[in-house]
């Protein structure tokens, strides 16, 4: 019997992979125009880590870890994103001790046991950055426009920033109440998820997806309307700052974001070709976090982006070069192939692109798999070309044959010079 894939789990096939290595490549360049150094975090981490910081009653914690007991009885779990791991790293080497303002970005897998479905996995992978150590508004901004040149760089397909503050240790409180008062009052009309979780976390009733709940909910009240005057201050500053690059997020107020430690600037990016999972990224504000892990009381603000969900939203003209051999060499004939499998590796070894087939094969079905792999050089070599010391060449772009002798001595890179220019001059000149 076969063996298949865990639900949930996926494989990338070389296909789509390279559209994920272009995407990375496209972000790390990014990045560090940002001035962004890399942080790779692990796969596995405390289960209490992510207990308190992504917040006990959110739908991560209560349902979607990958929780197990390690042999000697601590509790484990598969980390299902990164910032919590990033800020338990920040503290653990006293980062702010080497940094005043730590910018980092990772890539990897995160997982966690949601009900699958289009651009829902339960392994899936995350482009993210975190800045630790500022408070202000203008790198909210800052982060924010980041974001949005990464969009444009991947050549996402109409995406767009939506943008809400979520207060802070001020103000949330008393918006919590009221937002409390109008669930108890409008009780009837939630649902059962809602209602349970009520009284633990009211904000959640704003991003309810039930439709009955949500038309209970329209005329609640929302934090923007309850903002303290910093808040507020902080909130239109960041606005500000992106209206003078052009950037105008749309404002979202029932936006809550699904992890517990947001404060103030939260944002979300939704964009085309997704379906009911829309949300191709996430962000905010974290600045009680450091604290809440044992660090000293810094700021935070970050975002992380869905690969898979990117890669369904990406133009399907975007910019992604698949690397084909540059040489495909065939041989013909045993001694032939001996001769190949000895330059190849030294072409390889000086940087070439080279493919060659299995042995055995007819010139016709070694030109066929040529073609197939995209090759721009056919490099013939038969017994003839073999006691010549030559090699057949044929330009796959040209589509013509010219016969070459090869000094295969030749460093690879200089072959493969010698044949671009080769390529260019006019047939009667080649020999
Ligand atoms: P998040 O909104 O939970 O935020 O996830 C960010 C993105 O990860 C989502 O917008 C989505 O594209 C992708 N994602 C989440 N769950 C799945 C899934 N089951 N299948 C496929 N893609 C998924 C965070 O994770 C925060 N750590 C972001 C952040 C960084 N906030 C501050 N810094």
Request: hydrophobic fraction near 40%.
């Amino acid at each position: 019997m076969k063996i298949t894939s865990v639900k949930g789990f996926h494989d990338v096939l070389p296909d789509e992979s390279i559209r994920w290595t272009w995407m990375e490549q496209q972000a790390r360049q990014l990045f560090a125009r940002y001035n962004f150094s890399e942080i790779r975090i692990p796969v596995v981490e405390r289960t209490e880590l992510f207990a308190r910081s992504i917040g006990e009653t959110t739908d991560i914690v209560e349902k979607e870890m990958y929780t197990f007991d390690d042999r000697d009885g601590s509790s484990l779990t598969l980390r299902p994103e990164g910032t919590a791991s990033i800020v338990r790293a920040y503290v653990e080497h006293a980062l702010h001790t080497r940094e005043p303002v730590s910018k980092l970005f990772y890539l990897g897998p995160m997982f966690r046991r949601e009900r699958p479905q289009k651009g829902r996995l339960r392994e899936f992978s995350q482009i993210g950055v975190e800045v630790i150590g500022r408070d202000d508004a203008a790198i909210d901004a800052e982060v924010l426009l980041l974001l949005h040149d990464l969009l444009q760089a991947l050549e996402i397909r109409g995406p767009q920033i939506e943008l809400n503050s979520l207060g802070d240790t001020t103000c949330r409180p008393a918006y919590r109440a009221a937002l409390l008062a109008f669930g108890e009052a409008h009780r009837a009309g939630l649902c059962e998820n809602c209602t349970r979780r009520l009284e633990r976390n009211p904000l959640r009733l704003l991003d309810c997806k039930d439709p009955d709940c949500r038309a209970t909910t329209a005329s609640a009240p929302v934090m923007l309307d309850h903002l303290c005057a910093p808040c507020r201050a902080h909130f239109d500053a960041v606005q500000a700052a992106l209206a003078r690059e052009g950037i105008r997020p749309r404002l979202n107020p029932r936006m809550v974001r699904g992890l517990d430690y947001y404060v103030r600037t939260a944002f979300e990016v939704v964009a085309e070709g997704l379906g009911a999972q829309n949300a191709v990224g996430g962000g905010g504000r974290y600045d009680g976090l450091v604290k809440a892990l044992g660090g000293p009381d810094t700021p935070g603000i970050g975002f992380a982006l869905g690969v898979e969900r990117l890669v369904l939203a990406m133009a399907d003209h975007a910019a992604v070069q698949p690397l084909a051999p540059e040489v495909f060499l065939a041989p013909l004939g045993a001694a032939a192939e001996a001769e190949a499998m000895h330059l190849a590796h030294r072409w390889r070894r000086d940087g070439v692109r080279v493919e060659m087939p299995a042995g055995g094969k007819s010139l016709k079905s070694q030109m066929r798999l040529a073609d197939k792999a995209g090759a721009r050089y056919v490099l013939i070599l038969g017994e003839d070309e073999l006691a010549a010391q030559a090699l057949t060449v044929r330009d796959m772009a040209a589509k013509r044959d010219f016969t070459r002798a090869v000094d295969v001595s030749s460093a690879g890179r200089a072959l493969l010079d010698a044949l671009t220019q080769l390529s260019h001059q006019p047939v009667e000149q080649r020999a």
